[in-house]
């Protein structure tokens, strides 16, 4: 009996080779060669897991949280928003600050909603403490943070100052990796704020 072989099952039999052809290409080809160092920084990047950033109502703030957030989506890491209500001497610590942490719940839920247009779990934290850094390095060693990320306004820094104190004290002092974003000024000049 004759075989006959119809367009179709000519066409049929052209894409199986060619699937067949691309996976064992797939499957046989060798990936690049990291050198050993690129690797290993590599590596380092990877082991993300929870990711402190401070939060104020301010453009700088919510940029940080924005590069936390490209930082940690690739390890879904978590994201932990912490508002530091500083607290004045003549008061108590545990003083009641309504204005404060208004402006806090405000700022995280900002926050919150950048965390949540990159699929990434957030918690917010409102902290009361002296100064805004030791809020902040108190709750990167309560959560064991791998990172921080400030923001840095150029509005709170004194005339002279490269960094603004709360930012220097928290890369002078934190157990683990500090990044800090210094946007340019053209880049924050056509940002319009939020109302």
Known sequence: MPLHVGLLGSVISVVFVLLLALVFRWMFRVPRQLPYEVAQIRRTVNQLRTVVVPVVRALSSERAVELACRLAQPQQAKIVLVHVVEVPLSLPLDAAMPLQRAAGDEAIAVGVTICE??????DGVTIPARSAWEGILRVARERHADLIVLGLDAKMRRPGEELSRNV????????CEVLVDRPAAAVMEHVQPAS
Do not use: G, M, P, Y
């Open 117 to 122: 247009t990159h699929e990434l779990a957030s």
């Open 168 to 175: 220097a004290q928290v890369v002078r002092r934190a157990s």
